[in-house]
Every structure is written in structure tokens, then in C-alpha cells.
């Protein structure tokens, strides 16, 4: 899986929008319907819907709430603080990274804010790193448990995590060809 797709997937996650257009007529997806739209009335859509009415100047997005800057700040001491990956909101990243994209003026302070998501992924990415480094180091079959990983984390840990795999395969044959 690719961040493409990753995005992809985070794109039916909802997020609030207030739309400048009013329709009665809900519109009509496999997924569900959304709307009807009153101009000014906040209401919650799935993130690739907004990002289409924002290119149209239908709407403003509402950052969620773990988006605003002191937000991100806790998020960050906590990830630096703790020895594991700290649980983040769903999609984190993706729907951080498509709205700093396609809704950057209608965040407040988005340079702030991507800086912070980016000190985030980094402090993460070097945990899963340095996590992977010591299970590669072990000389016994074992497993691995990973929680809290988002799906792009996992996604561009693949290559990381396929060498596991393929270390652990020959760590096992290893010890079963080993004569006693």
C-alpha cells in the first residue's frame, strides 16, 4: 500500500464543514447520503467531499480539534515522553496532510501545524526504527507486537518490517538445521 491509498482510505473518514450553498437535495453516494446543505449550518461530510466543495469556494473546513496548535503541542511532549507510540486520532497524518494541502487557509496557523505533524511522524518514525533495529538484533525467535501504528506508518515501514519477517525466517531455519 502507497500513501496514495492510504489517503485514499482516510478520505471517508468525516470532518465538519460550513457550507456557503444551501441544496435541499441530499446527495446520493454508495456510502451513504450527505446533506442537504444550509449556507452557515456546520455539518459532517467525509474528507474527499470537503476538499471538492472547498476547490468550488462551497465551503469552509473545521480543522478537528487535534489540529490546533496547543493540541499538537501535548501530542508531541507525549510522544516524546513516552517509550511506545503514543494513540493518535485515525488517519492522522493522511487528513493532516490533505487539508494543510488542499484547505491551508482555512487552518489556523498552518505552518505551525504542519511543522508539529512533521516533529510527530519524525519522533515516531525514528521509534519504529530504532524498535526495529533491536528485534533485528535478537538471536531467538520472537514476535512483535506493534500498537498504535497508523496505516501510512505501516504502509513506509513495509520494506523495515518485510526485512524482519525474512531475518526472522532465517533466525528459525537457523536453529532447526542446528544438529544437538
Partial sequence: ??????????GN?????????SDDRPIHLISGDIGPFEAGVPCRIPVWTAILM??????????????DVDELKKI??????SQGLAKLPDHFFEISHMLVRDAREDIF???????????????????????AIEFLRQNQTCHAQLD????????SARATLEACRQMGAVVRNKHESTPL
Fill in 109 to 131: 496557523e498552518v505552518e505551525a501545524v504542519k511543522s508539529l505533524v512533521q516533529d510527530i511522524y519524525d519522533r515516531r518514525d525514528a521509534k519504529l526504527r530504532s524498535s
Fill in 148 to 155: 498504535n501504528v497508523q496505516l501510512i506508518e505501516a504502509s
Fill in 13 to 21: 473518514s468525516l470532518i465538519e464543514v460550513i457550507p456557503s450553498i
Fill in 1 to 10: 500500500m502507497n500513501a496514495e491509498r492510504c489517503e485514499f482510505i482516510a
Fill in 76 to 81: 508531541l511532549t507525549s510522544e516524546t515522553e
Fill in 54 to 67: 472547498k476547490r468550488k469556494h462551497n465551503c469552509k473546513v473545521v480543522a478537528p480539534q487535534w489540529m
